[in-house]
């Protein structure tokens, strides 16, 4: 199985603040890579795929990079409504997903 | 549009079997290059893929959950079924069902069922 490894676990941050968020695979994954979104009681919703490109509508603040193994997720300039979960999954092989990085208010 | 609503018990006792079912609409199943999944998140813990249907009927489970799963698909409904055998506490989770691509990620979900395991 690939492994997924998410850091931070969890982030402070400020309003208009720059985040980064690492995801590490187990073994190379090419570019198979999503980011997804989770706020309490929702499901979650993507906003990067194949590590790079960004779903439809999702705000360009958000923007993804990486393959084979080291992956990032960064948001240019934190807005309120981004204090979130966020999760990264592959779909190299059968699908995993990280642990998860919760993003709070500073 | 696509849509995906799961329905089924909210309560379960422990060894009882789950059904579940994903009711959607704005795609078919019948298409080629779409499948439905199911994932489940535990109260407070991080999502966990279950299993995939295809278009073409082709299955994939779970490695850790595969002798307990099993998904089915009624494309004259637009349903998807899963069914989880002997039930445990430690499966307490809400349950998603969601649209993928052959391409690979999940790019539409339900809103979710809660499914508590208990005595």
């Known amino acids: 199985a690939i492994q997924l490894t998410q850091s931070p676990s969890s982030l402070s941050a400020s309003v208009g603040d720059r985040v980064t968020i690492t995801c590490r695979a187990s073994q190379g994954i090419s570019s198979a890579l999503a980011w997804y979104q989770q706020k309490p009681g929702k499901a979650p919703k993507v906003l990067i795929y194949d590590a790079s490109s960004l779903e439809s509508g999702v705000p360009s603040r958000f923007s993804g990079s990486g393959s084979g193994t080291d992956f990032t997720l960064t948001i240019s300039s934190l807005q309120p409504e981004d204090f979130a979960t966020y999760y990264c999954q592959q779909f190299n092989s059968y699908p995993t997903f990280g642990q998860g990085t919760r993003l709070e208010i500073k | 549009q696509i849509t995906l609503k799961e329905s089924g018990p909210t309560l379960v006792k422990p060894t009882q079997t789950l059904t579940l079912t994903c009711s959607f609409s704005g795609f078919s199943l019948t298409t080629t290059g779409v499948g439905v999944g199911w994932i489940r998140q535990p109260p407070g813990k991080a999502l966990e893929w279950l299993a995939l249907?295809?278009?073409?009927?082709?299955?994939r489970y779970s490695p850790s959950l595969q002798s307990r799963l099993t998904i089915t698909k009624d494309t004259s409904k637009n349903q998807v079924v899963l069914t989880m055998t002997n039930m445990d506490p430690v499966d307490t989770a809400t349950y998603y069902c969601?649209?993928?691509?052959?391409?690979?990620?999940?790019?539409?979900w339900g809103q979710g069922t809660l499914v508590t395991v208990s005595s």
């Open positions: 969601a649209h993928r691509l052959s391409s690979g990620w999940f790019d539409y």
């Open positions: 249907i295809y278009w073409d009927d082709d299955k």
